[in-house]
């Protein structure tokens, strides 16, 4: 179960997200909101990644108290994903991989399912936005994280990976992991049987169940 606790993030601007309390279970929750409502700031502090005030628990780990065990349990994927020019897929993969606990034979799947091919021996400055997405999602599914945080995990990529993306989310989601999404594909929830529907407006989460 994940937990938000007097969840605030404040903006230079004076906007500010508040959540007061709360919980999601096991499962997939999908966000939605306007461009600029705060959806993907809302994740990159879930995952660790931004500060704010109040917590957010994970299976009982709490991010303020036990930082390294929470963010070893979640995997995040933004929408937009840079990594150093220089360097290839093979080694931002191998580097994460040792840190998550990723294995060869993961790494493999992985690679196969959303069709890399020789591509992730080249330098990451020759990548298409396409190609910088796969690697995005590459890094989120390595190990055995407890929660996959994925900001706009369709765009960029073609129809065939967003078909197979689709099998492996679905796929981790049956071993028992969690998943925060957003996108902003029309048809986007009829692609899982989701549990709730997050509404990010004005600072607030509205959450409709399925």
């Given at each position: 179960m994940l937990e938000i606790q007097h969840f605030r993030k404040s903006y230079p601007t004076g906007f500010q997200i508040e959540i007061n309390s709360l919980k999601l279970d096991k499962?997939?929750?999908?966000?939605?909101?306007?461009?600029?409502?705060?959806?993907?700031t809302l994740l990159k502090a879930i995952a660790g990644i931004h500060d704010f005030e109040g917590d957010v628990i994970l299976d009982g780990i709490s991010l303020k108290k036990e930082p390294i065990s929470f963010r070893h349990k979640v995997n995040y994927s933004e929408?937009?994903?840079?990594?150093?020019?220089?360097?290839?897929?093979?080694?931002?993969?191998?580097?994460?991989?040792?840190?998550?606990?990723?294995?060869?034979?993961?790494?493999?799947?992985?690679?196969?399912?959303?069709?890399?091919?020789?591509?992730?021996?080249?330098?990451?400055?020759?990548?298409?936005?396409?190609?910088?997405?796969?690697?995005?999602?590459?890094?989120?599914?390595?190990?055995?994280?407890?929660?996959?945080?994925l900001d706009e995990p369709y765009t960029t990529i073609d129809l065939g990976t967003q078909k197979r993306l689709t099998e492996l989310i679905n796929r981790e989601l049956y071993k028992g992991v969690s998943f925060l999404l957003t996108s902003h594909i029309a048809d986007f929830e009829g692609f899982f049987d989701y549990n709730s529907v997050l509404n990010i407006s004005n600072g607030s989460l509205l959450q409709n169940h399925e």
């Open positions: 499962g997939i929750h999908l966000i939605k909101g306007e461009n600029g409502s705060g959806k993907s929408a937009e994903p840079l990594f150093p020019d220089f360097l290839s897929m093979d080694e931002l993969i191998a580097f994460v991989a040792k840190t998550k606990g990723a294995d060869k034979t993961q790494i493999t799947s992985l690679k196969e399912i959303l069709a890399i091919g020789d591509f992730s021996k080249n330098a990451i400055a020759t990548y298409s936005s396409g190609m910088l997405k796969k690697t995005g999602l590459i890094l989120a599914f390595l190990g055995k994280p407890s929660m996959i945080i």
